[in-house]
């Protein structure tokens, strides 16, 4: 067995005038002398990153595998925080990642240039473990070697999916939002439903949602709270700010503080 903690919470969103809003979720396991992260975020995570590997009494250093589903920035960028940490990524997802032009797209180029080089990187195929009870699967659609992995070691088995299942809507509707191949993905989420419903209580964690587990009729249920906001300085003082709240499904809740309160 090994234990689980999520760091950082994976949020269903984007923002409406700013791009890919990137919040993917961290999650970190500890068992069999091995601390691993299983995707490491984006920039816009390291204080909150920092912040939760204090609170579980982890320190960087102390980080021996980054098991990484996909190569976009907001899953990859962070292995470097780990200096002593293997890295482990998909073959195929690192040949392709290698072989993008820079563009417009989520794809890290410089960290991708890193990722080829480093000693430290572990290339994986499908059906291979980073650690001991923990498979990777292929599941491309999203990218085109992207991995998720299923944790047998426990029970009931948990599932990280990454960005091949990014939330509850991609779930449920069987449609993806920003995918390589429409087809692959639908292929893939056929695939997940499949590992999902094989074993009963088995947790599904998503790349950009709050984890599941699939009630008596067999429906995706939330386990946990969301939590998600924006402070934003909108008055004439750095010590008030507005706090919009993000997880509320009927509408914003927006309320006003002062930082000297």
């Given amino acids: 067995m090994y234990k689980l903690d999520l760091l950082i919470q994976g949020f269903p969103g984007r923002a409406v005038c700013h791009g890919g809003l990137g919040w993917s ?9 091995r601390v691993a992260l299983v ?29 990484l589903t996909h190569a976009h920035y907001d899953h990859a960028v962070n292995f470097t925080l780990f200096p002593n940490a293997t890295v482990w990524i998909g073959d195929e997802e690192l040949t392709w990642a290698a072989s993008q032009r820079p563009g417009f797209n989520p794809l890290p180029e410089l960290y991708v240039r890193e990722l080829l080089s480093l000693e430290r990187v572990r290339r994986m195929v499908s059906g291979d473990e980073p650690l001991p009870g923990l498979q990777a699967l292929a599941a491309p659609g999203h990218t085109p070697g992207h991995l998720i992995f299923k944790l047998i070691a426990n029970q009931p088995p948990v599932i990280f999916t990454g960005d091949a299942a990014k939330n509850r809507a991609e779930l449920l509707s069987g449609e993806v939002d920003a995918t390589a191949n429409a087809q692959h993905s639908s292929e893939t989420l056929a695939m997940i439903w499949a590992h999902w419903r094989a074993v009963p209580g088995t ?13 008596a009729q067999g429906q995706p249920d ?10 934003a300085w909108f008055s ?18 927006v309320n006003y503080r002062n930082n000297d309160t």
Avoid: W
């Fill in 25 to 33: 979720t961290v999650s970190l396991l500890r068992g069999h002398g």
């Fill in 39 to 67: 995707d490491v975020g984006a920039f816009g995570v390291r204080r909150e990153l920092a912040k939760q590997l204090q609170v579980q009494g982890v320190k960087p250093e102390d980080v021996t595998d980054v098991i």
């Fill in 236 to 253: 004439e003082s750095i010590h008030t700010m507005t706090t919009i709240n993000l997880c509320c499904d009927t509408g914003l809740g």
């Fill in 222 to 231: 939330y386990v946990g709270e969301r939590k998600a906001g924006i402070e």
């Fill in 203 to 215: 947790v599904l964690i998503p790349g950009h949602d709050l984890s599941m587990q699939l009630d």
